[in-house]
């Protein structure tokens, strides 16, 4: 089960704030996912990134912030213009951005206060 | 862009049964398919895929077949059996993106 880490495992945030989510992988994967899983709506993408500095827009961004200063980590930011930031946060990543396997952390249970 | 529909949202099979999820997707050029099997808190992992140019791929009791034509593929696994119970997410990517698009996922229960 390992290679990508995701902390913290469960994060609460109050009205008004913003949360960052951890991600970090020691695969030396080029690309990386963010996905929010909600229940009976499967996983749905937020952000990925192909390269170290570059990201793409998923299908729900709006709400959202990445960044991808290191090839290692990829941080999402759940920021206050997320209305219903409730969710299971799964993070990936693959080697490339094509038709390799996407390999998942173990997600972070967001609630809120 | 892609979207897939996956088929039934639950399932129910006796132990040693068969068990069968369906998938259908929109996008003609799409030309991977993974199937994901996600135990309960636990993270997806993949159990199978297939490339559009491979029409079935067995491992065991599990196989995928694919229909291009019909835009259609299925998770098939035969002689279930408890530790088989878990949600399965189908998925595709298109042949202009690098990222998936999932299917709404199939919880599947095995009776003892």
């Known amino acids: 089960d390992g290679g990508i880490t995701q902390s913290p495992k469960y994060l609460f945030r109050k009205e008004g704030q913003n949360v960052t989510l951890s991600c970090e992988q020691n695969?030396?994967?080029?690309?990386m996912y963010w996905y929010r899983q909600d229940p009976g709506q499967g996983l749905r993408l937020i952000y990925y990134?192909?390269?170290?500095?570059?990201?793409q827009k998923g299908d729900i961004a709006e709400g959202y912030s990445v960044s991808r200063e290191k090839k290692e980590s990829f941080p999402l930011t759940v920021t206050s213009a997320q209305k219903n930031p409730t969710a299971f946060y799964l993070c990936?990543?693959?080697?490339?951005?094509?038709?390799?396997?996407?390999?998942f952390g173990a997600g972070t249970r967001l609630s809120v206060l | 862009g892609e979207n897939v529909e996956q088929h039934p949202s639950t399932l129910s099979v006796q132990e040693g049964d068969s068990a069968v999820i369906k998938c259908t997707y929109s996008?003609?050029?799409?030309?991977?398919f993974p199937w994901y099997k996600q135990e309960l808190g636990k993270r997806p992992q993949l159990i199978i895929d297939?490339?559009?140019?491979?029409g079935e791929k067995k491992d065991q009791r599990i196989a995928v077949t694919l229909n291009k034509t019909a835009k259609h593929f299925s998770l098939h696994i035969t002689e279930t059996q408890p530790e088989d119970s878990a949600v399965y997410f189908c998925?595709?990517?298109?042949?202009?993106?690098?990222?998936?698009?999932f299917g709404s996922g199939t919880q599947l229960t095995v009776l003892p």
């Open positions: 990134s192909q390269i170290v500095n570059d990201f």
């Open positions: 998925a595709a990517r298109p042949g202009s993106a690098r990222q998936l698009t």
């Open positions: 695969l030396n994967h080029d690309a």
């Open positions: 297939i490339r559009s140019n491979v």
């Open positions: 996008d003609s050029a799409s030309n991977y």
């Open positions: 990936a990543s693959s080697l490339q951005g094509g038709v390799d396997i996407q390999y």
